[in-house]
């Protein structure tokens, strides 16, 4: 019932921008809380990138600090992710997630949903 959807990725040079975008979808009575964006490599683990608080409490991974920005829209449901001075080393599927709650004929339930995921590659 709730969906997030990402867009945004691609193919960029070293010292490139990138700018992705999640939009998260649900009913009127979906409230949403923390969002971030996380990265998973050939080979690796997911990790998390960067999240923001509803109140736009920022934080950040420290492969990032300073070239990343978390963004969010709280009135078009939509997280942000400014990519900037990118490297070969940030080449991943970016994934978008979220979490809130949600008033349901069972009552008030948590979620917590993520994106199908944005290519992310970045050449030398």
């Known amino acids: 019932q709730v969906q997030l959807v990402e867009s945004g990725g691609g193919l960029v040079q070293a010292g490139g921008s990138l700018r992705l975008s999640c939009v998260v979808s649900?009913?009127?009575?979906?409230?949403?809380?923390?969002m971030g964006w996380y990265r998973q490599a050939p080979g690796k683990q997911r990790e998390s990138v960067a999240t923001i608080t509803s109140g736009g409490s920022a934080n950040y991974a420290d492969s990032v600090k300073g070239r990343f920005t978390i963004s969010r829209d709280n009135s078009q449901n939509t997280v942000y992710l400014q990519m900037n001075s990118l490297e070969p080393e940030d080449t991943a599927v970016y994934y978008c997630?979220?979490?809130?709650?949600?008033?349901?004929?069972?009552?008030?339930?948590?979620?917590?949903?993520w994106g199908q995921g944005t290519q992310v590659t970045v050449s030398s």
């Open positions: 649900g009913s009127k009575f979906t409230i949403i809380n923390d």
């Open positions: 997630n979220a979490d809130g709650h949600m008033l349901s004929p069972a009552g008030l339930r948590t979620w917590n949903n």
